[in-house]
T-cell receptor, first 114, second 113 residues
Framework: NAGVTQTPKFRVLKTGQSMTLLCAQDMNHEYMYWYRQDPGMGLRLIHYSVGEGTTAKGEVPDGYNVSRLKKQNFLLGLESAAPSQTSVYFC?????????????FGPGTRLTVL | GENVEQHPSTLSVQEGDSAVIKCTYSDSASNYFPWYKQELGKRPQLIIDIRSNVGEKKDQRIAVTLNKTAKHFSLHITETQPEDSAVYFCAAGRYSSASKIIFGSGTRLSIRP
């Protein structure tokens, strides 16, 4: 049981390049989330999904797209990277059944945009 | 929009002493208040949470209190130990509403030996 995993762990991009971050969970959770973490700003929600085939915007969605084609995977895409997107990206999943709303986080992806 | 304010941003306490971190929230409909701990270079992990139908919850050395009228909640860590050194995040949201969980900006807690 690996929990939540993220690929890659580190990435350096040039301005204008594109990339996709992959999040996978093996806990059969319905909800999945993408956050970015910047110094002194906590965790800010980018996009989230409440089930396979559904996605919705969070607090800071501009410049990002997501897809949830399979229940266990949640992809975050940057079509044209900008230096302002330099951050640590965390994926999380949760299961609202059983009276708990705990979010389980992945190990993070450190992205630098030059 | 809704926001969560967290204080202090940094906190240093002597090993064995208590630490208190405070948060206030703006959305009066919030009914779920989790606290996450993030060790250096690691992922955030839930340490305790509280629902709005209770005023206090305790788990060994950590406790959380909630004042819904004043819209603030606090994390209390007693008998602090070196392994308590980390960044702590509070959050407030509506239970089972993924888009409505807002995180505070974090408190870096350091335990002095």
């Amino acid at each position: 049981n690996a929990g939540v995993t993220q690929t890659p762990k580190f990435r350096v991009l040039k301005t204008g390049q594109s990339m996709t971050l992959l999040c996978a969970q093996d806990m059969n959770h319905e909800y999945m989330y993408w956050y970015r973490q910047d110094p002194g700003m906590g965790l800010r929600l980018i996009h989230y999904s409440v089930g396979e085939g559904t996605t919705a915007k969070g607090e800071v969605p501009d410049g990002y797209n997501v897809s949830r084609l399979k229940k266990q995977n949640f992809l975050l895409g940057l079509e044209s990277a900008a230096p302002s997107q330099t951050s640590v990206y965390f994926c999380a999943s949760s299961d609202q059944t059983g009276g708990t709303d705990t979010q389980y986080f992945g190990p993070g992806t450190r992205l630098t945009v030059l | 929009g809704e926001n969560v304010e967290q204080h202090p941003s940094t906190l240093s306490v002597q090993e064995g002493d208590s630490a208190v971190i405070k948060c206030t929230y703006s959305d009066s409909a919030s009914n779920y208040f989790p606290w996450y701990k993030q060790e250096l270079g690691k992922r955030p992990q839930l340490i305790i949470d509280i629902r709005s139908n209770v005023g206090e919850k305790k788990d060994q050395r950590i406790a959380v209190t909630l004042n819904k009228t004043a819209k603030h909640f606090s994390l209390h860590i007693t008998e602090t130990q070196p392994e308590d050194s980390a960044v702590y995040f509070c959050a407030a949201g509506r239970y089972s509403s993924a888009s409505k969980i807002i995180f505070g900006s974090g408190t870096r807690l350091s335990i002095r030996p």
